[in-house]
């Protein structure tokens, strides 16, 4: 018999939710059990972020060298010959990145101490569970169980329809290439299909893409689809697929087949609720989610739900947070899940950032607000990159300047998302941000700018 584990703490899950908790919880000398079915580092580092973000830069590499093997070339550089694509060859490149993560995962669990249970773990009760012959019992129990692409019943994964986690994997490039759901995670991936050579084909069954967004924001990334050749059917719903491709009632009522070898849906993803005995923890949903209060706080006392599981947005960052305050929590100290804002970026060309409040998200509440917007056009660094395409936006309440929302869309913005973050958990007012020395030429001059320009100040525009 396996002499059964008793434990202060018991994290389920190893990805960014369960160990970032672990870690911590480790740093603050509890005696802590992590339990891991799959790779350490969880979708986002396994078969999420960090793969998608690979294949989106390589891509955008390829893209670069196109260009300049084309006819008209790239600003005076011209390649001779036309690039060639080794996809097996980007995809092992691609798991060496996600490689070096899961070891790195590993090493940092070991070094916090944290004892690692490989399997799948089943509860029996609300702080006992089993991993194959292993008994494990604890004090706390944190579930950071995850999510998993949703499936269509009409369109089962398999064949030639894949999910996110497959598309990563492809030996070849799909010549055509359907994609289903123009959400974030379809739409990154489509764009870095088509930069690599695909055919690409979207099919939505709203009126418009990332419906999380307003039209301003997306505006530039329907642009990118339109002048590169992606198709586009809104108001369109999947209804099944055959071996021609994916057969598509339109906009228009008709019935449509739109050929393809291969058919990625990317329709939202669920939390991982079902095969590890929550019935017998008896814990109280919200919805498909576990019910969590401001703290993680499960209905059942001393368990503890973070990250995908419990709630949108389903993002690593908001998981991580979530895993780092319950260990706290469990080591006595005071915390609260109560973020100004959880920032969100969409890695499409161009890239969109939002944090905070949005313009429509203010005249719901009926808040009376100023926006200012300052295009990249007229920022010298967004130039200097070829990247004149967006603009970054700032919203404030009327009456005292405090800023409740930043949004940007643009090559590269991705990396301003911390500072629109720092801005809105500090509480900034335009004021603040205006008088801000910001680096020339950098794109976060934009920002400066957007706030000049809601006082009425702007320089450059
Ligand atoms: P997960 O990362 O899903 O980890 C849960 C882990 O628990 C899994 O490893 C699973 O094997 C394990 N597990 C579950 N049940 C058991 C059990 N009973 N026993 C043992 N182990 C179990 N987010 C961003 O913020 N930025 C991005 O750019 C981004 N890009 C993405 C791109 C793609 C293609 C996808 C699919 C996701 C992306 N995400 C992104 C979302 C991000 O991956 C998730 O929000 C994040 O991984 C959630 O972390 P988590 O710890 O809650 O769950
Ligand atoms: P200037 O831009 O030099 O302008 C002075 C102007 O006054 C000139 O046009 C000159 O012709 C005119 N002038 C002078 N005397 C008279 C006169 N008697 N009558 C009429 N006109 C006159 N800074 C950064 O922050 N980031 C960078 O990345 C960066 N990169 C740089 C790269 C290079 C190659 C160089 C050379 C500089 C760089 N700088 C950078 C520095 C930046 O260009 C200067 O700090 C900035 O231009 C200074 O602005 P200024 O208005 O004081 O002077």
Request: charged share 20%; proline share 4%; net charge negative.
């Amino acid at each position: 018999m396996i002499e059964p584990i008793q434990t202060k703490v018991l994290v389920i899950g190893g990805g960014p939710g369960g160990y970032v908790a672990a870690i911590r919880c480790g740093q603050l000398g509890l005696d802590t059990t992590l339990v891991e079915a799959d790779k350490l580092g969880g979708t986002c580092l396994i078969r999420g972020c960090i793969p998608s973000k690979a294949i989106i830069n390589a891509a955008g590499h390829f893209e670069t060298m196109t260009h300049a093997a084309s006819a008209k070339g790239l600003h005076g550089m011209k390649l001779a010959a036309v690039p060639t694509l080794d996809m097996a060859e980007l995809v092992a490149w691609k798991d060496g990145v996600v490689r070096k993560l899961n070891i790195g995962v590993g090493a940092l669990l070991k070094r916090a101490k944290v004892r690692v249970v490989q399997g799948w773990a089943t509860f029996s009760d609300a702080k006992t569970c089993k991993v194959g012959e292993q008994t494990i019992t604890a004090e706390h129990v944190i579930l950071a169980n995850g999510s998993k692409p949703v499936e269509l019943p009409f369109l089962p994964f398999g064949g030639n329809v894949v999910s996110s986690t497959e598309a990563l994997d492809l030996a070849e490039l799909p010549k055509k290439l359907v994609v289903v759901g123009a959400g974030y995670i379809g739409l990154e991936l489509g764009i870095a299909f088509r930069k690599l050579g695909a055919e690409v084909t979207v099919v939505e069954a709203l009126d418009r893409i990332l419906p999380l967004y307003d039209a301003e924001l997306v505006a530039p990334v329907a642009k990118w689809l339109k002048a590169n050749g992606v198709t586009l059917h809104l108001s369109a719903k999947a209804n099944s697929a055959d071996k021609n491709g994916l057969i598509v009632e339109m906009s228009d009522g008709k019935t449509e087949t739109l050929p393809a070898d291969k058919i990625l849906v990317t329709v939202g993803r669920k939390p991982n609720t079902e095969g590890w005995g929550r019935e017998a923890m008896a814990l109280d949903m919200d919805g498909r989610f576990v019910k969590v209060d401001d703290q993680c706080r499960t209905s059942m006392k001393n368990v503890w739900a973070v990250g995908d599981l419990v709630g949108e947005p389903m993002l690593e960052h908001k998981a991580a947070t979530q895993g780092e305050m319950v260990a706290e929590i469990i080591a006595g100290k005071k915390r609260r899940f109560n973020p100004a804002s959880i920032p969100a970026v969409c890695f499409t060309e161009p890239e969109i950032v939002s944090a905070g409040m949005l313009p429509s998200d203010a005249a719901a509440r009926g808040d009376n607000v100023i926006t200012a917007l300052f295009p990249f056009a007229a920022n010298g660094r967004a130039l200097s990159m070829d990247a004149g395409e967006g603009f970054v936006r700032v919203l404030a309440r009327k009456d005292d300047h405090r800023v409740l929302g930043i949004q940007a869309v643009g090559a590269h913005v991705a990396e301003l998302a911390g500072e629109f973050s720092l801005a809105l958990e500090m509480g900034a007012v335009l004021e603040d941000i205006a008088g801000t020395i910001h680096v020339h030429p950098t794109l976060g001059e934009a920002f400066h700018e957007s706030a000049l320009r809601a006082l009425g100040q702007a320089i450059h525009i």
